[in-house]
């Protein structure tokens, strides 16, 4: 009884502490929520169970307050700040994947491909439970970061629960050191090109460009297919950029905030370097923020058809705001809109052509790379015949080049559906 009526008292005294203490803030007060959160700071210092430190105090604080903001608003240690840094502009040790809160659940956006995440398996929609044995639940996306990366050569363990899976699975990741470079390209049939961009870096358009005048130097281009599927997105002028690179005029997209006068516009200038092919667009629910605002520029100023499953639904922008002692805090400033003025946040970019993937069967696979004309019996001989050494150099690299596109369209029924559209776009597809 002696101690139910104790802690009752200081409760009471508590309240009393807020609300009839010195000083107090009224309602006209501009300062009165700052009034309040001294006055709970020196509470919390004076009487918790254990000693704590101030600046911790105001640190969790300030955390508290950016994530109650929004998901993608945060407050970054100088460490966190310069990992961001190296995210945009260079090479880290880490397992490559994007990750986000999504119902507080710390989620896989997507893993970056062929790295080390990637390789284990890791998909977009996973959640990860623990990380290396600690809990994942109420941890910002900045400490998941801090405790995934590390150096190459080292290795992580997550638990992870796969999307439709009914238990966790302990995965153990060596890490690696996880390129700068964005851009994959594959020589589907002569003239068709399959362009993989797999996010949005510093130095993403200069790749992109520089890998289709390798291509048209030799080839004509008759059509292209961009896959933006599980791409997690980045910085937002290379969205602009890449967008640019297959509009000659027009929108591409514009930024929004609170005030009316705080709209940005991006719009396309025509470029002696402008790609005027065919384009089907590939996306999937990894699709996210820059990818989105690609897609949904080429998909309203119907320069491309979009193929595929509904998009993540990012569309709100952030900047990075510095801090005199090195941190930073990164802030939603504003949502981005599509040329028709379509908000993407929250909502994604719904496809053209709505077009599941399908992991392929062994005997599917099978299937798909056995027919070919030179496999039949009794098959006509090319009248060019393989004589000089040049003409055999090239036989065999075209041979070794169908050989991967075959295998590549084998796994991926989405890009042979890509491949059969992309065909048939020359009369609705040429830029305008």
């Known amino acids: 009884m002696r101690l139910s009526h104790m802690v009752g008292t200081a409760i009471l005294l508590g309240t009393l502490l807020i609300t009839s203490g010195s000083g107090l803030a009224t ?32 640190k969790g604080a300030i955390e508290g307050m950016l994530q109650e903001l929004d998901p993608h608003s945060s407050l970054l240690s100088k460490k966190d700040f310069e990992t961001t840094q190296e995210d945009l502009s260079g090479k ?22 062929d790295t080390p995440a990637f390789k284990a398996g890791l998909k977009t929609g996973d959640i990860i439970f623990e990380i290396d044995g600690e809990s994942a639940l109420d941890i910002t996306l900045m400490e998941a970061v801090g405790k995934i990366r590390g150096p190459k050569g080292t ?33 589907l049939e002569p003239g068709y090109l399959y362009l993989r961009l797999t996010e949005f870096k510093a130095t993403s358009v200069q790749e992109m460009r520089k890998a289709l005048n390798a291509y048209t130097k030799k080839q004509a281009l008759k059509g292209l297919i961009l896959d933006l599927r599980s791409n997690p997105g980045g910085i937002l002028s290379q969205a602009v950029d890449i967008s640019d690179t297959f509009l000659s ?11 009316k ?54 569309g709100s922008v952030q900047t990075i705001i510095p801090l005199a002692d090195g941190s930073a805090i990164k802030l939603t400033i504003a949502l981005y809109y599509t040329p028709n003025g379509r908000s993407i946040q ?3 970019i719904v496809p053209d052509i709505e077009y599941p993937f399908v992991p392929p069967s062994t005997e599917e696979e099978q299937t798909f790379l056995e027919f070919r004309e030179k496999d039949f019996s009794k098959h006509l001989e090319n009248p060019n015949g393989k004589d000089g050494d040049i003409k055999v150099e090239e036989s065999a690299a075209q041979k070794e080049n169908m050989v991967k596109a075959d295998e590549m369209l084998s796994r991926d029924n989405q890009l042979r559906m890509a491949l059969e559209l992309v065909k048939q776009l020359p009369r609705i597809s040429q830029i305008h």
Do not use: W
Not at 33 to 48: A, C, G, P, T
């Open 346 to 348: 929250a909502e994604g």
């Open 155 to 187: 290795s992580v363990t997550l638990t992870v629960l796969h999307k439709g899976s009914s238990s966790p699975d302990k995965i153990t990741i060596v890490r690696g050191t996880i390129p700068a470079l964005s851009v994959k390209t594959q020589e």
């Open 261 to 314: 006068d705080s709209r940005r516009e991006f719009v396309a200038k025509k470029q002696s370097s402008d790609v005027t092919c065919p384009l089907v667009v590939l996306v999937n629910s990894g699709s996210a923020s820059a990818s989105e605002i690609v897609a949904g520029a080429l998909q309203d100023q119907k320069r491309a058809l979009i193929l595929g499953e509904k998009s993540f639904g990012k």
């Open 92 to 113: 880290f040790g880490g397992i490559g994947i994007q990750i986000g809160l999504k119902n507080r659940q710390l989620t896989v956006i997507a893993p970056i491909e």
């Open 249 to 259: 005029d027009g929108l591409i997209v514009y930024t929004q905030g609170r005030d």
């Open 27 to 58: 309602k006209d007060d501009p300062y009165a929520s700052l009034k309040r959160f001294s006055q709970i700071l020196d509470m919390v210092e004076e009487n918790y169970v254990q000693k704590v430190d101030r600046d911790d105090l105001i």
